[in-house]
């Protein structure tokens, strides 16, 4: 005897024709479709706790972010790491010693140039100048070094840090670095014999333009340094 289904019934059948006759048969279930999930979530704390992947992205993102600043601070903290010049030393101009000329750039001054360049040029010291009186002996070229190594190591002007990378008999090379941003400045000293006691100087920020007279600054402490020594600038008896 065939089972026969209401039109009410609770597992929905639909109607089909087999053989003349009209009768029901209940709806097959498909037993591989997903469980639908509920319109409404069952607490409150569903809607408050985030997704696992929405966590995921928040925590790549501040990992990426944190990436970013760590590298803007090294590049700044970096930035003055610049190589060191290829063009610093003595060199024989006419059979003489002299020190680099300065680039066009206003973070330099060097007693190389003209005294018509008021932007580079910087008159030369000497160590046994005129008039200093006849009870003072004159100082050596080897005294006059280790005056000028004593205030090279002495001193950190606007906070500058000294180190010496190169030392001869008559030439001394500096490096000077910024307290914050590592900015390296490059300062030459070429001492002459006792006959002229002249000593020629080179003062140059390697980056940027403007030094904000850094460099002026660090060759008016060293000689306020040195002058107690006997030194003094030769534009003071010109």
Sequence with gaps: MRRFYSLHSRSAPWPSI?????FFQPRPRNLF?????PLFPSSRSSLLTPSLSTTARKKNS???LNSVNVAVLASLFSVGASPRPSGLGPRDVNGTKALALCPA??????TAEE???PK????????NPPGAGSKRAKKSKAEAMKDLEDAVTSLTPD?????????????LYAEYTSPTFGFVDDVEFLVRDEASSEVEYRS????GESDGDANRKRIKALRKFLEPRGWKSIATFE
């Excluded at 750039?105 to 060097?110: M, R």
């Excluded at 906070?159 to 030439?171: A, M, N, R, V």
């Excluded at 140059?204 to 980056?207: D, G, L, T, V």
């Design 18 to 22: 087999r053989r003349g006759a009209f």
């Design 33 to 37: 479709s997903p469980t639908p999930k």
């Design 62 to 64: 501040e990992l990426v």
């Design 105 to 110: 750039t206003p973070n330099c001054i060097s």
């Design 115 to 117: 005294a018509n360049d």
């Design 120 to 127: 580079h040029y910087v008159p030369q010291w000497s160590y």
């Design 159 to 171: 906070g500058f840090t000294s180190e010496i990378i190169e030392k001869t008999d008559d030439y």
């Design 204 to 207: 140059a920020s390697r980056i």
